[in-house]
């Protein structure tokens, strides 16, 4: 008897939390039991049971990182339980865990253990969202969205906002500040191109045209959040008393324009071109020559000779 009872446990091993608790003498029941009466408050459910939560605020999940989770929860199970509720018998939907619900459908799993928990639609929506940003790692767009969601569906306040995530009022509105930038920086947050730091420094920026300039830089030349912030107060801090030239040579977005002409330039006539231009748009441009074959390469080029 002592051996069979051996048997079961090492046979629980490597199918997670729920299946060890199955192995207690309350929940020695048939398997398809198992699906209706709680296990120490955990209910083991099909996979085919549950559907994704429509309100999820991650909008993207790594292939990688999924496989090398179903492939843990091969080896060790589900050690945390999924979090879902009821819809009704044999029903259920995710309010938490979907990277675990995703994986365990990899590893081959028919089922998994789960909390189930009663919730109207808006009651979920705030579960779902609140419990995502406290345990995933979402990127500062996924936050910034589940803020706002959490702020105009949930009617919550940005006090009341900042009470239910643990975060004071100031760092709240520094994620929403982060919508109101363009859609390619926001694409960028949501890469990983630019960091939090980069976009809080960017979106001080009123100016779209000179926001995207300086978020371009900050990518090309891999500038870091310091740098950035130091070409933004430049851009925003403009002294009176200093002459448009000055102005000018202080600008980087401005800076950055002539640099891409001028590069441009270089390439199209194979050799190092100077271009200048002042406050009022006016300049010049250079494009020196070696030798008299080289004065006759670019002429051709400009179609001269």
Do not use: W
Request: charged content about 30%; overall charge neutral.
């Amino acid at each position: 008897m002592a051996d069979n009872k051996t048997t079961k446990k090492r046979g629980a091993l490597g199918r997670g939390l729920g299946a060890l608790l199955q192995d207690s003498p309350a929940t020695n029941r048939p398997e398809r039991e198992a699906v209706v009466h709680p296990v120490a408050g955990i209910f083991e459910i099909e996979l085919s049971e549950i559907q994704v939560n429509p309100y999820q605020p991650r909008v993207h999940f790594d292939k990688d990182s999924l496989n090398e989770l179903a492939e843990s929860i091969r080896v060790q199970g589900i050690i945390q339980p999924v979090t879902v509720r009821k819809l009704a018998d044999k029903e259920f939907q995710l309010i938490s865990g979907e990277r675990r619900f995703q994986a365990s459908k990899i590893a081959g799993l028919d089922r998994i253990p789960a909390y189930v928990r009663t919730a109207n639609d808006q009651q979920m929506l705030e579960m779902a969202l609140i419990e995502n940003i406290q345990r995933e790692n979402l990127n500062a767009l996924e936050i910034a969205h589940s803020y706002q969601r959490l702020l105009s569906e949930c009617d919550l306040k940005q006090e009341q906002l900042g009470d239910r995530v643990g975060k004071n009022r100031t760092t709240v509105n520094n994620y929403l500040r982060l919508l109101k930038l363009p859609p390619d920086i926001q694409a960028g947050i949501r890469d990983q191109k630019i960091s939090m730091g980069h976009a809080r420094a960017l979106v001080n920026i009123e100016d779209v045209d000179k926001q995207l300039a300086i978020f371009n830089k900050t990518i090309e030349e891999e500038l870091s959040v310091r740098k950035v912030e130091s070409l933004v107060k430049i851009l925003n801090s403009p002294k009176e008393e200093e002459d448009q030239d000055v102005k000018q040579r202080l600008d980087p977005v401005k800076k950055y324009e002539i640099n891409k002409i001028q590069q441009k330039l270089a390439s199209h006539f194979g050799t190092k071109v100077a271009l200048k231009a002042d406050a009022k748009d006016k300049g010049e441009i250079k494009i020196p020559f070696h030798s008299t074959s080289d004065l006759n390469r670019i002429l051709e080029i400009l179609e001269l000779i």
